[in-house]
């Protein structure tokens, strides 16, 4: 079982590396300002790259990174190997397994984990 919640997918493309990298880079690049993109990234020479969230301000459900993808590039024949890697934030992770034991420990009457002595 995955415990950190962490997916790992791997595509097959048609086409070399150096055109899906420029394409990658195409979308990743632009203006730091232009807000009709939510994303930015960056691609490495050895065909690593990522995806980051931009802050948006007026809009509080995306405030902050809440997903972290990251792939690698590799050329494989006269196609292209794509494999990404989609990981939550670890305090999202913290979140969902520690919401259902508080609701347990409430639910069963004992609050010690609230400071509440129960004698």
Known sequence: MNFLLKQTKTYNLDGSSDFIK?????????????FSKRYYGTVSDDGQFTFKQKIIFFDLMIFGQSVYLTGI?????????????LSPNLFLVGIVYLLPLLCINILFGDNSLLGQNNG
């Open 73 to 85: 590039l590799k050329q494989k024949g006269k196609g292209s190997t794509v494999t990404i890697t």
């Open 22 to 34: 420029k394409r990658l880079e195409d979308l990743l690049t632009g203006k730091l300002l232009n």
